[in-house]
Structures are given as C-alpha cells and as structure tokens.
C-alpha cells in the first residue's frame, strides 16, 4: 500500500509544490520513491486559467535548482473534495490552508495537518510570495519534511 500524500498551500506555485518535490528528492535518495504517491495543490483558482495552472513560481522553481530538485512540469491544481478520500495525509502550510482544506474537502483534522506540526511546532510554512525568502521556506519545507519521515517510521510506514 502506497503512503499518499498530498501537500496544499494557496496557489500551488511556491511552497505546496516545493514540499512535492523535496519530498519526492527524500524518498528517492532513500530508495523507498515506490512506495509513495506525492502531489501538491491549492486552495484557491487565482494560478489556474481556463483549466491551466501556472507553472512553479521561478525563484521556487531556482531555489529547489539550487539543490539539484527539479519541478520542470509542474503546474498548479486545486484540491478538490474527492481529495480527502484520495490522499493518506494532506498537509497545509498554514492555518489558513488547513481551514480552506476543511472547507473544501467538508473534513476536519485526522489526516489534515500543517507541515512543521511533524517538528512539533504550530508556526506556518514562511510563504515567499510575500517574504521573498525563498531559502527560508525551502529551510521550513525540508524541516517539516525531515520529521514527516521521521514521524512515518516512528508509526511503522516505511
């Protein structure tokens, strides 16, 4: 049984698809890639045109370049309601991803969670639309990633 996991974050062109692929890197350094299904989408349609998502956000896009992470056909989707049955875990960035997730998947917590509450903490995935601090987020994202795996071994999953 593959461990499905499905990151989210609002337009699904920085920090959601980031942590896709960061994580796809991590299982496959680790040889354990079969064993998942990994995704990414957004809660709102603001990257989406006419059934098109945008690309990944260039400097997302250079600054998981700059750690050999390539996203080259990504392009943003949104989460829909179907979702929930879909995916083992769906991981928001922040609060207010995890009350649109809710929202859209008519769905509270169990399997819906933010990405550094894996590190045991409640502060949101830095969103670099905004803070312009791709590093930042991608230190965030690889933070949050690193205790998702820890946290899937702990409970026996990989």
Not at 121 to 139: E, G, N
Request: aromatic content about 10%.
């Amino acid at each position: 049984m593959r461990i499905r996991v499905l990151f989210v974050c609002h337009g699904n062109i920085c920090r959601s698809p980031m942590a896709e692929f960061i994580l796809k890197d991590m299982v496959q350094s680790r040889g354990i890639a079969s064993e998942f299904q990994i995704a990414s989408a957004a809660t709102s349609t603001e990257e989406i045109w006419n059934g098109i998502g945008n690309p990944v956000y260039p400097p997302a896009k250079e600054e998981l370049a700059r750690h050999g992470i390539s996203c080259e056909e990504k392009r943003a989707v949104q989460l829909k309601k179907s979702d929930y049955d879909k995916y083992d875990y769906l991981i928001g960035m922040d609060t207010m991803n995890i009350r649109n997730i809710e929202k859209i998947t008519g769905h509270k917590g169990g399997k819906i969670k933010m990405l550094l509450e894996y590190a045991g903490s409640l502060a949101s995935v830095i969103d670099p639309w905004y803070s312009r601090r791709f590093d930042d987020t991608y230190r965030d994202i690889v933070t949050g990633c690193t205790a998702f795996m820890e946290y899937l071994k702990k409970e026996g999953k990989i």
